[in-house]
C-alpha cells in the first residue's frame, strides 16, 4: 500500500472551528488558542474570515485578531475571502494568503454566498486577479464534495468541474470540503479519482467533516491515493452556519494519532495539540471532543 511519507495538517479551527459559535469568543481567547497551535508545530493556521458579520457574526473580530497575530517565521494565516469587499479588507491588514470558497451544490452556494456557482466563479476570479496584482497566495475550498444538506448526491463529475475552475484561476491548493460528513470511503475515492483527472493530486486537500463518524477512514481511504495535505479542526470544533446539522471537522488530535501510527510526518506535538484542544474546550466549557483526548482522561 503506498501512502504519502509527510503529511501537511491546514488547521483550520480558529475559523471553520469557531464560525458556528453562538458565543462571542474573546480576542484574547482566540489569539491563545492560535499561539498554542503554533507551539504545537502546525505551519498553516486559518485565523478568520472576511465575511459579513451579519452573516457569521463570530468571525467579525477578524481583522482585529490577525492585526493581532505575531507571526511565526515559516507558519501562514490564511483568512477566508467571499468577495472583493472581503479582499479589500484582507489587504488592508496585510493578509498575504487568503481561501475563497466555491461549492460543488448550487443550493449550498446561494444558502451560503448567496449567489449562484457561475455568479460565485465570475467573483472570485475578479478576487483572484486582483489578489495576484497584490501577491497574495490564494487557496481554493469547494464545499459538498460528498453530499449537499439540500440536493443530496452529488456527482463526482460536478465536484471536478467547480475543483478545475478553481485550480485553472490560479489557486495553488484546492480543498474539498465533505461540508457535512456524509461520506464514505469508497465514495471519498471515488471523488478524487474523479478530481485528479483534472487537478494533481499534489494540490489537493481534504476536508473531512465527521458528523457520520467517518472522516478517519475516508481520510486513510484518500492517502492510499496520494492526498497528502489534510483539513482539521482543534478538538474536533466546528460546523457550518449553512449546513444545519453538521458536525465539526474531524480533530487534529486524532488525525495525528492517526498519522503517527502509521509512521507519517506531520511536524506535530500531540501532547502540545491536546494543551490546545483542553484550552479552547474549557473556554467554551466542554469537554475536549477528540477521541484521543477522551481516552487519555479515561485513563487518568
Ligand atoms: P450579500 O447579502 O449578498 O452581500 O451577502 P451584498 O454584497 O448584497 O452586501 C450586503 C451587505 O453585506 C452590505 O452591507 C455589504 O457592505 C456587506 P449593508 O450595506 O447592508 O450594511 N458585505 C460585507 N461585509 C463584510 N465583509 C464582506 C462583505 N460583503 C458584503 N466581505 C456575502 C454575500 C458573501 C457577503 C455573504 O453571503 C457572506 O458573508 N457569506 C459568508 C458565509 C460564510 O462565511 N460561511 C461559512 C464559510 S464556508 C464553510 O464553512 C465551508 C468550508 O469550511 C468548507 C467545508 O467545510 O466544506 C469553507
Ligand atoms: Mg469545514
Not at 499561539?35 to 457574526?57: C, N
Not at 457561475?118 to 490564494?138: G, T
Request: glycine share 8%.
Amino acid at each position: 500500500m503506498q501512502l504519502p511519507q509527510q503529511v501537511k495538517i491546514v488547521e483550520v479551527g480558529p475559523r471553520d472551528g469557531l464560525q458556528n459559535e453562538p458565543t462571542p469568543v474573546p480576542l484574547e481567547v482566540k489569539l491563545e488558542l492560535i499561539r498554542k497551535l503554533e507551539q504545537a508545530g502546525l505551519s498553516v493556521i486559518e485565523a478568520g474570515s472576511f465575511v459579513s458579520p451579519k452573516w457569521v457574526p463570530q468571525m467579525a473580530s477578524s481583522a482585529e485578531v490577525y492585526q493581532s497575530i505575531q507571526p511565526k517565521p515559516g507558519v501562514s494565516y490564511p483568512m477566508l475571502v467571499p468577495n472583493l469587499k472581503g479582499l479589500e479588507a484582507a489587504l488592508a491588514v496585510g493578509v498575504q494568503e487568503i481561501a475563497i470558497f466555491a461549492a460543488a451544490s448550487e443550493s449550498f452556494t446561494q444558502k451560503n454566498i448567496n449567489c449562484s456557482i457561475e455568479e460565485s466563479i465570475a467573483r472570485y476570479s475578479e478576487v483572484m486577479s486582483q489578489a495576484q496584482q497584490h501577491h497574495l497566495k490564494v487557496r481554493g475550498y469547494v464545499s459538498c464534495v460528498l453530499g449537499c444538506p439540500y440536493e443530496g448526491e452529488i456527482a463526482p463529475a460536478r465536484v471536478a468541474e467547480v475543483a478545475q475552475r478553481l485550480h485553472d484561476m490560479g489557486c495553488y491548493e484546492i480543498s474539498l470540503g465533505d461540508t457535512i460528513g456524509v461520506g464514505t470511503p469508497l465514495k471519498a475515492q471515488r471523488m478524487i479519482d474523479a478530481v485528479t483527472k483534472v487537478v494533481p493530486v499534489e494540490q489537493l486537500a481534504a476536508h473531512f467533516h465527521d458528523t457520520y463518524g467517518q472522516a478517519l477512514a475516508n481520510l486513510f481511504a484518500v492517502l492510499q491515493q496520494g492526498v497528502a495535505v489534510i483539513d482539521s479542526s482543534i478538538s474536533g470544533l466546528g460546523g457550518c452556519p449553512y449546513a444545519k446539522g453538521a458536525s465539526g471537522n474531524v480533530a487534529t488530535e486524532d488525525v495525528v494519532y492517526m498519522l503517527n501510527g502509521l509512521g507519517i510526518e506531520t511536524g506535530i506535538d500531540l501532547p502540545k495539540l491536546l494543551q490546545a484542544g483542553h484550552y479552547i474546550s474549557d473556554h467554551l466549557q466542554r469537554e475536549p471532543a477528540s477521541k484521543v483526548a477522551r481516552a487519555l482522561a479515561a485513563k487518568e
